[in-house]
């Protein structure tokens, strides 16, 4: 009896979370994972990229059956030309994963990237996706098929979504522990290392300033290393599939830590990472701490993409006048009275404190 195509996506999207709690160089998880979905969607030519996440600069390449000609030209188009599901657009409005055909309509003669290089060089659909955390940008992939080939499906680009999440996840524990190994003077971020048994094997004098002692035995605040740590072990068994081992906690201070799990190359052992957050990796804590309703929370997130107040009703089916009552609300309960205020209160600054 076949699999279903459901269930053949699920292991994808494990296979994939699997190699990405295992903290590796950027090009090596990019060729690993590359081999894996290329096996489930199909595609003739790819590019697996690195960004610099503060300019979405490309600074590294993963390059699969790309003509080099072409590659430099899609890198000037990127720059310089206003075009259908651009990489910094995507990241911009949270969109993990869109096909150009879907984008167009199956219009692909109007992208300006299309007509200049994929045409010309035999190609036909695009897919692309980007690897964020919370509006952090590691890198994206685009994955091309010939002219003669099916268009990417609405599954595939569903399926590129999900997995997204996870190669983000992996780039940046990869850089956090390549970052705090080669310098012991670094002490951000704070790295506990626990083994299978939930013993502390190392510890930083970062992640103790956070947390207090992280071998205590009534856990308390400590208790967050540990189930970080677990579900990074079973991500990378492939016991379980969902969202990268990743939590939220308070320090001792009251500030807001993003704590991430990675299993080890040396058997047994999990690095457990911390670093203060970002408003946007707490944007909903937020959200729910100010008690904004289901559809409160939908406006503000829509209000944070930049997308104009007429267009925002239109995408939720609701009235003007009934946006700018969810509106008025939204900023009456975040304390705030326009939407930069809202912006920086929910997505730029470096580090968030409890008011508490």
């Keep these: 009896m076949a699999t279903p195509p459901r269930a053949r996506d699920d292991r994808l999207v494990q296979s994939v979370a699997r190699e990405c709690a295992r903290p590796q160089d950027a090009f090596a998880l990019y060729e690993r994972v590359a081999a894996l979905v290329r096996r489930q969607v199909p595609y003739d030519a790819a590019g697996w990229i690195l960004v610099d996440p503060d300019t979405m600069l490309l600074n590294g390449v993963y390059e699969q059956d790309v003509p080099r ?52 060089n035999g190609f036909g659909d695009e897919l692309r996706a980007v690897f964020c955390t919370a509006d952090v940008c590691w890198g994206h992939v685009c994955l091309t098929r010939t002219a003669d080939a099916p268009w990417f499906t ?130 909903c804590l937020l959200m729910h701490l100010h008690e904004l309703t289901p559809r409160e929370r939908q406006v503000a997130q829509l209000l944070l993409t930049g997308m104009a107040t007429a267009d925002i009703a239109a995408e939720l089916w609701i009235t003007p006048d009934t946006l700018k009552g969810h509106v008025k609300s939204v900023f009456a309960k975040l304390g705030v009275s326009s939407r930069p205020e809202l912006f920086a209160r929910l997505s730029h600054a470096p580090v968030v404190r409890s008011s508490a």
């Design 154 to 283: 609405l599954r595939e680009v569903d399926l590129l979504a999900r997995i997204a999440p996870h190669v983000a996840h992996g780039i940046r524990t990869g850089l956090l522990l390549d970052e705090a190994w080669f310098d012991p003077a670094q002490e951000t971020p704070g790295i506990v290392v626990l083994d299978d048994d939930g013993r502390v094997v190392s510890s930083t004098p970062r992640a103790l300033d956070w947390l207090g002692p992280v071998d205590d035995d009534r856990l308390q605040r400590s208790a967050v290393l540990h189930e970080v740590a677990m579900r990074a072990r079973a991500l990378a068994a492939g016991d379980v599939d969902g969202a990268p081992a990743v939590a939220k906690v308070r320090a001792v201070s009251g500030e807001w830590l993003v704590v991430r799990g990675s299993c080890l190359e040396t058997a047994g052992q999990t690095a457990v990472l911390l670093e203060p957050a970002r408003r946007a990796d707490v944007a």
């Design 69 to 120: 000609t072409a590659h430099l030209s899609l890198m000037e188009l990127e720059l310089s030309q206003d075009d259908f599901t651009k990489f910094v657009d995507l990241a911009r409005t949270g969109v993990a994963a869109a096909s150009l055909s879907a984008a167009t309509d199956g219009r692909l003669e109007l992208s300006p990237r299309w007509r200049a290089v994929y045409e010309p």
